[in-house]
């Protein structure tokens, strides 16, 4: 590992400061520190940010903000997430190991690194990585990679449970300069993949806002085994049924591209829709048609597409 | 890049270090505390055989910073037992739940986190969620068969 100065901010101007200054920014260090000893992250200092201050606070509208530092197994276990915000508690145990939720931040969540293979190993190319060197997931080891808006240059997913049941929620990233919605906080490769989000150099999460949920939500998680796995896909969902009708529907899908994928034309063709699993699997097909799978991850679109119906069909 | 002060307190006693920042917990408590009772198995957060209690929860030690925790309270597997085997280890020994042991320091003190996480959550506990909330606690032994009911057995 390379050598780093390791410093505490006192305050969110201080770590700001710290970070104008060129240190990275360390919240949990569960992905970060990993990335350190594989020699993928090479950050010359340090600003260790968990000591900020992090609360979970109520909104006036109802909704809740929750401290950049919150860490993810407090976050998951608060009576408020758990009762009025189910996708996101269930999202949140869905992830990583105890141990290592009781590490790791909200902020930091949001901005861990993708566990492609070849991104994690230093000695292969990796356009998101060491950008131009090339991808060589594309025709390599991608059965865990992406089906939907990936690029020439990138097919790398994003690993996290916890931003997927945000996107559904329609989260708010507050940064110590700005607010930006969680579904446009995360960004599609194109061909800049080495951009994992929107933020700019040196700027600082603070805090992420979610507005009340407008019906019952759930999350469920596709993986290789039962606990402790990434993602072949994960569905998060919102549903409110009046009438037999859809009147809100939110979903967003993990585990199938470089960002949570908003389930939007599936959405749009279930609103004021019959709420019924006919027409929650055909949204489901509307959805995937765009995908574009690569040679061993065919799978995933039919997992995707079952995993949306089953998920809407347990809200009803 | 000269070694910085760090003091943890573990098990209970105070342990003033001066240390390389690129120090993890356990290569502290292991290395420069002489405490080997906590394994390093994968080294990157996989297996959970470096599992401590940082301030009384459960957390991997290979991935955190030793320098990130000045003044944090860690328990080790050599800091539970109070005068007597804490109820868990005793669960372990009755149980047999271990071939070689490699991962048991990891698998005790992880129980004790869980354990507390799933009081403080108010959840029924069962084989199904011990199962699932141990999942970051690997035993290439596979001796689950038995962790599992000593960890029930211990619950209750």
Redesign the interface.
Known sequence: ?R????E?AVDADAAVRAAAAGATF?G???NL??LM?LGVAEPSR?V?V?RLPGSIEELPDGGLRIGASVRN?DLA?DPRV?ERFPVLSQALLAG?????R??ATTGGNLLQRTRCHYFMDPTKPCNKRLPGSGCPAREGEHSNLAVLGWSEACVATHPSDMAVALAALDAVVVTHARRVPLVDFHRLPGDEPQRDTVLEPGELIVAVEIPPAPGRSAYRKVRDR???AFALVSVAAVLRVEDGTVADVRIALGGVAHKPWRALHAEEMLHGAPATADRFARAAEVELADARPLRDNAFKVTIAKNAIRSVLEGLL | ?PL?DVTLRVNGESLPLAI???T?LLDALREHAGLTGSKKGC???QC?AC?VL?DG????SC???A??H?GSEITTIEGLANGELHPLQRAFIEHDAFQCGYCTPGQIC?AV??LD?VR??GCDLDEDVI???????ICRCGAYVNIVPAILDAAS
């Open positions: 590992m050598e780093f100065a390791y505490r360390l949990g260090g569960t520190v990993d000893k340090l260790d968990t197994n276990a758990r990583a190991s105890g141990q290592l009781n590490l039962a606990s402790f | 890049m910085v390389d920042t690129r993890t080294d990157h957060g959970g599992t940082i929860r459960r957390a991997n991935l955190a910073l320098v990130a000045d992880s986190g869980m996480e403080a959550e199962r699932d909330r141990m999942s970051g606690n």
